[in-house]
């Protein structure tokens, strides 16, 4: 598959206490796809605010440091929040490979947001090979993706 991204920059991922374990398997599969990354923490599973990491792997995005972002906590509604607070951000929620694509087709979402406690081992790489393989499909959708920016 081509990506719409540039996966000549890092991809920018981070998690709380919550994601750790699926932060550390969601590195082993982007090492193993040969594909760049930042790892933007946490480094343990000691308790961690999702914030703390939400908003460098936002801000990376953002500043088109990194081709596109990933983020996992519990409920992934935390970090998709905090992302969501910057400018040109579009983190989507995603629990399934269904969610995943039309994040991408419909939403032109740059950020993923995964809820590890809510996703099967083996589902987040599924569901991030298909985020970062699916491209905008415009059309009616850049519209209303227009109609997101508070300007």
Known sequence: MNSPFNLN?????GSDHAGFDYKEDL?????????P?????THSKESADYADFAHPVAQ???KKE????ILICG??????ITANKHQGIRAAVCWGEELAKLARQHN?????CIPARFVREGDAEKMVNIFMNTA???GRHATRVNKIACV
């Open 37 to 41: 990354f930042t790892d933007f923490g």
């Open 108 to 112: 032109d979402a740059n950020v993923i």
């Open 75 to 80: 409920s992934a509604n935390g970090v998709a």
């Open 27 to 35: 590195i082993s599969f982007l090492e193993g796809k040969g594909y």
């Open 60 to 62: 990376s995005v953002e």
């Open 9 to 13: 920059k890092p991809i920018a991922i």
């Open 66 to 69: 990194a081709s596109f972002g």
């Open 136 to 138: 905008f499909e415009g």
